[in-house]
């Protein structure tokens, strides 16, 4: 499955929300989401529990419906923001990820 096909069978269970709400429901559960992942790494490094890794997958999986319906709610196809993200990643890290550079990025840099 490409990136655009799940986009396109998230949008399936994204039904009968404005462009606007689709986006604020879409950043929103992302950080929900995002905080249920973190949870379950939080528990597993600070409380004694197994990393459930099916369960991380499954939330994993809720970040990629919010990623994919927020993504359309600006106008942009899965696969673009990954290319962009990419391109933008092999700007700032040529030579992939260095300190250095992190530390000292240039001005107006994303």
């Known amino acids: 499955m490409t ?6 069978e998230a949008l399936r269970t994204a039904n009968g929300l404005s462009e606007r709400d689709l986006l604020a429901n879409g950043v929103m559960g992302l950080c929900g989401e995002s905080g249920e992942c973190i949870d379950l790494v939080k528990k ?4 004694g529990h197994e990393l459930d890794k099916a369960h991380m997958a499954k939330e994993l999986g809720d970040v990629a ?3 994919a319906i927020s993504a359309h709610a600006i106008g942009y196809d899965l696969e673009t923001v990954f290319q962009m993200n990419v391109d933008k990643l092999r700007q700032r ?11 000292h990025r240039k001005e107006g840099d994303l």
């Open 65 to 67: 419906w919010y990623l």
């Open 44 to 47: 597993h490094l600070f409380q």
């Open 93 to 103: 890290y040529p030579n992939g990820f260095e300190a250095e550079r992190s530390l």
């Open 3 to 8: 990136p655009n096909e799940y986009q396109k």
